[in-house]
């Protein structure tokens, strides 16, 4: 990322998109994680890291209200999601997130635009130009009849990208996105994730393993079990 991209992603919006506020997680009687505290803004990438068993995807599932938490809030859009409902928490999942993860998660009886077009199908609109727009900005324009059965697991990806952009969300959560991928492979979703997300100005937080999809963020911060660390360039 250039010097001028990377400041173009830089400038917050003085409300953050995702804020959490002394978050607190317990499995019974094991304290997972406790004390994290985090604010993303408009057009940052903040990368979190870990060790394994940490608790990095259960923290990134409490940050769109998929898993609950036992102390402290998140607060998505200034609005918190402590106090919702699920019906409420999973509206507010449609309007304001996209989500990428390792796996995939694309559905293989539909085609890749209709893969694509899923999240707007989920807020009631039907909008294939910008679908097709989207499959274009990844690179997979001319492929979006086939099923993803017909696609390489790079290209996979990008489908996940495109699918998790299109409906403009103001965050994105991305876990090990590229964690299935050879490493040139990887670098070439990771570069596209950001351009993308860079285009419409998201918030990313992405949780990973890898040093080299970390090496763009704005920051880094390491999970532990009292709290989130920066970690050091």
Known sequence: ???????AMS???????????DLGKRYGEVQVFAN?????????????VGDSGVGKSTLLNCMAGLDRWDQGDVLLQGQSLGARDERSLSLMRRQHVGFVFQAFHVLPHL??????????MLLGRDDP????????????????????QQLSGGQLQRVAIA??????????????PTGNLDPQTAAQVMALLLTQVQAQGSALVLVTHSQAATQHAHRTLKL??????DVQP
Request: charged letters at 15%; zero cysteines.
């Open 224 to 229: 532990h079990a009292h709290g989130l660390r």
């Open 129 to 148: 130009a910008r679908v097709q727009a989207m499959l274009h900005a990844v690179g997979l324009g001319d492929l979006g009849e086939r099923l993803p």
């Open 36 to 48: 994290v505290n985090l604010q993303v803004h408009a057009g940052e990438f903040v990368a979190i």
């Open 1 to 7: 990322m250039s010097k001028d991209e990377h400041s």
């Open 11 to 21: 400038h917050p919006s003085n409300q953050p998109r995702l804020e959490i506020q």
């Open 111 to 120: 085609s890749v635009a209709q893969n694509v077009a899923l999240p707007l």
């Open 163 to 176: 699918r998790a952009l299109v409906h403009a969300p103001g965050l994105i959560l991305a876990d090990e």
